[in-house]
């Protein structure tokens, strides 16, 4: 995935950075190192002046192979990012094939082309484990984000709610009254309704059935009411009797 240039220091910084972190990680691991390894060679009652004695010859040498190590790779880093206006993994994967080599150089082509083997591998491996352990990360906090509140779903819900409250006759119900303003309660609105049109009887005539009623003028609308009432007088010719 690409990286924003504004994501690490910039280049002349970056790389006095990083060739001053990798001195100290090679001046403290070489130190151990080294130390343990004069204990262990030195005789019996000088075992410490052994280890202190071969700590100072060689870890400053250690840091500095580091530093030297770390700032050539930010600098062809750097210079990578800069010939191709984007930071991502190639980048470094080709910063870590010209150290490799031109650390080398001077054992021959074919040393220097293991070496860059070497440090192409080496950051290919590190930067595939970042990228593997972004995306692990990146699935746990999906996985444990809270549900986010949709004001464009709520919005269409309460449309819907506005125009289903429009078509129904005027009722004193809580439930149909707060669905309008809880989302959670449309399901409850629409059970309400269709429980409503299950009980009502089964009309033949077209007329009535477009009314929306079912009991023959008691359906509790004025105006259907009168025009229920007013196809069951007797006619003749057009004319009541």
């Excluded at 082309?113 to 906090?141: C, D």
Aim: aromatic share 4%.
């Amino acid at each position: 995935m690409p990286r924003s240039l504004s994501e690490e220091d910039p280049c002349p910084g970056r790389i006095v950075a990083d060739a001053g972190g990798a001195f100290a990680v090679g001046a403290v691991g070489g130190s151990v190192f080294h130390f343990v390894k004069g204990v262990r060679a030195s005789p019996s009652g000088a075992r410490m002046t052994g280890g202190a004695q071969a700590l100072r010859m060689n870890a400053p040498r250690v840091g500095g192979a580091f530093a030297v190590w770390g700032g050539l790779f930010s600098a062809f880093n750097c210079a990578a990012v800069y010939a191709r206006q984007k930071d991502d993994p190639w980048n470094s994967i080709a910063a870590g094939t010209a150290t490799g080599g031109l650390l080398s150089v001077r054992q021959g082509l074919r040393a220097a082309a293991k070496s860059a083997a070497f440090g192409a591998a080496l950051v290919a491996l590190a930067e595939g484990m970042g990228i593997l352990a972004n995306r692990a990360q990146a699935a746990q906090a999906q996985r444990n984000r809270p549900p986010v509140h949709n004001p464009t779903l709520a919005a269409a819900i309460a449309n819907r709610g506005h125009a289903t409250q429009q078509n129904l006759p005027q009722v004193d119900d809580p439930i149909l009254s707060a669905a309008v303003d809880d989302p959670n309660l449309v399901d409850a609105v629409a059970n309400r309704v269709h429980a409503a049109q299950q009980n009502l009887p089964t009309v033949d005539d077209p007329a009535i059935a477009a009314g929306g009623g079912g009991v023959q003028g008691s359906s509790g609308h004025p105006t259907f009411g009168k025009e229920v009432e007013e196809t069951k007088k007797p006619k003749d010719n057009g004319r009541e009797i």
